[in-house]
């Protein structure tokens, strides 16, 4: 028997592929949905799939058996093919195959969005985790900034009430922008400088001339983002380990500047040039400068909750001086919004 000519085979063979693979699809799809890997057993789901693919090969033969018909029911000559049992066992097989491809796929597809519900599900909850971490290491630093406070004006009660006065309508200032400023996930460096210089008045009544405070921020710094009372413990650190031990008082320096991509914050503080040498980490806990471990381990551990690998705290002593830095990336209010826009696109791609 001669074969068909191309022109017949493809007027056969292509619209009932099309048709077949829009409902082989669809039946795929819904099928897999129906049968997710690891809700049933596996033989069960094998059979389905079987007796699915058996049937929609079956729909096929009969889907182009009776476009075959029509068109040579008609008398279209350059349409109609012969079929030979040989033909028809081949396009069941091939459309039993294709069904079990259409299958595969879908199962692919399926696994592939849960693997990425897992991972997103996964990194919500560390993220969960990382804001209730951070919330806690902030609810340390204002009782311990009270308790300090009210010591003061506890002993400014009896030495100069006026002083005390003052330093509670300042310290009351404080708390309210405090407050105010710390529901915020993020500040900019210019709004945690306002907080520092509100607590450096308060603090000014306290030590008087003794305290000399400085600030070396550069202009570009200002619009940076920083967790909000992350140089407060550290100023206090500096007024209560360095100059609150010296009797003629003397120098607080917070400086700041970008870095390209970086910033770094640096408080230092003139300290006592006889002092034991401060040890490198917050574990060693050597010289009188140990006791600043506490203040210094809750900023650090803020920073690694806010910047995972991404943040740093060094401290070290120069002669008469100890300073503490601070880098972590330098990010505005702008480059935060496009970097959440661009997070939000790629969870919608994905």
């Known amino acids: 028997m001669a074969p068909a000519r191309p022109v017949n085979a493809l007027l056969f063979a292509i619209p009932g592929s099309l048709v077949y693979g829009v409902a082989a699809g669809f039946s795929a799809y819904y099928l897999c949905r129906a049968n997710p890997l690891g809700a049933r057993p596996p033989a069960m789901i094998v059979l389905a799939l079987c007796t699915a693919a058996v049937l929609a090969a079956f729909m096929w033969l009969a889907v182009l058996g009776g476009w075959n018909e029509l068109t ?23 459309g039993a195959l294709l069904y ?17 519900n897992a991972e997103r599900r996964v990194l919500e909850s560390k993220l969960m985790a ?51 400023l710390a529901g915020q996930p993020l500040i900019t460096l210019a709004q945690e400088m306002d907080l520092v210089r509100d607590f450096l008045a308060i603090e000014k009544v306290r030590f008087g001339e003794r305290l000399v405070t400085e600030e070396a921020l550069e202009k570009g710094a200002l619009d940076c983002l920083v967790p909000p009372m992350i140089i407060q413990p550290l100023v206090e650190n500096a007024i209560k380990h360095g100059i609150g031990q010296l009797t003629e008082g003397g120098l607080v320096l917070v400086a700041a ?15 006592d040039a006889e002092m034991q040498q401060v040890g490198q980490t917050i574990g060693s806990k050597t ?9 210094l381990a809750n900023v650090r551990q803020r920073l690694a909750c806010a910047y995972p690998n991404a943040s740093a705290l060094e401290w070290k002593r120069e002669g008469d001086t100890f300073s503490v830095e601070i880098r972590l990336p ?20 994905g």
């Open 257 to 271: 500047w970008r870095d390209g991509g970086r910033l770094s914050i640096t408080i230092s503080n003139t300290i």
């Open 287 to 295: 010289g009188p400068e140990a006791q600043r471990g506490v203040g």
């Open 130 to 180: 990382q804001d209730a971490e951070l919330r806690m290491l902030r609810t340390q630093v204002d009782p311990h900034f009270l308790f300090n406070s009210l010591n003061s004006v506890s002993a400014l009660t009896s030495q100069d009430p006026k002083g005390a006065r003052e330093m509670t309508l300042l310290l009351a200032g404080f708390f309210r922008r405090s407050m105010g």
């Open 330 to 349: 330098a990010q505005t209010a702008e480059t935060a919004i496009n970097h959440m826009g661009k997070q939000d696109a790629a969870d919608r791609g």
């Open 100 to 116: 079990g491809l259409l299958v595969a796929v879908n199962y692919l597809a399926i696994e592939s969005g849960r693997a990425r």
């Open 72 to 94: 040579l029911a008609f008398g279209v000559h350059w349409a109609g093919i012969v079929r030979t049992p040989l033909l028809s066992a081949f396009l069941f097989a091939l």
